[in-house]
């Protein structure tokens, strides 16, 4: 067969042009919706992948989570989305590691420190011993500290105080300690605060953050809140892939994801955080909410009250990887105290 001039022309131009613009979409799923202040660091994100990779991975973003928060590692795991990220207390139980810096009394404070200290943790002492089946693990952030608000005027400072309330507690290392300190307690997920606190079934709770706090509508009935520093914990997460979507990248498209991920995406994810906290605290105060300091009897009653959850999650670790938990804990209470000094 004889081809003209023209037609090989245009043959060689697209064959040499098919390979510049083959395009790799990726969808991530963001659990929060898209009002939340994270989804202008992810789409901001999304744009430099798409810039280092010269337009060849695209990362797009469902309008609405694909699964509930407890399944979105199934759910990206079985392909429905390439990308996404879950609360790491769904991971406790398979994937302890995770749980490093929810550990009690690390938080300072600085969800931007925070983030960093649990990528870089996770990723040197976990990250080649925990498999997360079916996902490869590229990053992760921490949302705000917990308070410990009042529904009354009357700030919460001492541990009488706390004994004479109906307190909400968030599930977990929160509900645990104040259970291991003989309160009676309402642990439930925060999606049912506010309707606890308006209906006066609860006069006090701890387990939200300041932007929590306003964006699930618990502002207007909570009057004082103390300061507790360090806190007594913060829900981080992880960002994680489908394994096949990520193996199927080239090898330099891996490279750029990775080096715009890790600490980078922590600590822009951290930073937003701080912003909305400080943001929802200064909202908070407008409206007339009062802040006044923890009674040190208090904070060490806590602090005891959580030596067990501390000591299960070290004994869980060495059992499962041979890490010296406890020792890790405290490396990283100093790494976090260290860097929030700064």
């Not at 991530?28 to 009002?35: A, G, H, K, W």
């Not at 996902?135 to 921490?142: I, L, P, Y």
């Not at 609860?202 to 507790?228: N, Q, R, W």
């Not at 929802?280 to 909410?289: D, H, I, K, N, W």
């Amino acid at each position: 067969m004889t081809r003209t001039p023209l037609l090989a022309g245009l043959l060689a131009a697209t064959a040499f042009a098919s390979p510049a613009t083959a395009e790799t979409r990726l969808t991530f799923n963001i659990l929060f919706p898209p009002t939340h202040f994270s989804w202008p660091v992810f789409e901001a994100w999304a744009e430099d992948v798409s810039a280092a990779t010269n337009g060849a991975v695209k990362i797009t973003f469902p309008p609405q989570s694909v699964a509930p928060p407890p399944g979105i590692v199934d759910a990206v795991r079985n392909g429905v989305a390439d990308g996404g990220f879950i609360f790491n207390g769904f991971l406790a139980q398979n994937a302890p590691g995770t749980m490093v810096t929810q550990m009690p009394f690390i938080d300072r404070g600085n969800s931007e420190v925070m983030s960093v200290a649990f990528w870089d943790t996770y990723k040197d002492s976990f990250a080649e011993v925990e498999n997360l089946r079916g996902v490869e693990v590229a990053s992760g952030f921490h949302l705000g500290p917990t308070y410990l608000c009042s529904t009354t005027d009357k700030p919460i400072t001492t541990l009488e105080d706390l004994r004479a309330r109906r307190v909400w507690a968030l599930p977990g290392t929160i509900a645990d300690t104040l259970a291991a300190m003989g309160l009676a307690i309402t642990a439930s997920p925060a999606v049912q605060l506010q309707e606890l606190t308006s209906r006066n079934t609860v006069d006090a709770h701890l387990g939200v953050t300041m932007e929590t706090i306003i964006a699930f509508g618990v502002a207007p009935y909570t009057k004082s809140c103390v300061e507790m520093v360090p806190a007594l914990q913060s829900a981080s997460f992880s960002i994680f892939f489908n394994q096949r979507s990520w193996d199927r990248l080239p090898e330099e498209h891996r490279a750029a994801i990775t080096e715009l991920s890790g600490a980078a995406l922590a600590a822009r994810l951290g930073a937003a955080t701080d912003a909305a906290d400080d943001a929802a605290r200064a909202q908070l105060e407008a409206m007339g909410v009062t802040f006044a300091p923890m009674d040190e009897n208090l904070l060490a009653a806590m602090q005891d009250a959580s030596n067990g959850i501390a000591t299960a999650w070290a004994d869980a670790v060495q059992a499962a990887y041979g890490i010296d938990g406890m020792a890790l804990i405290e490396d990283t209470r100093a790494r976090v105290a260290a860097s929030s000094a700064n």
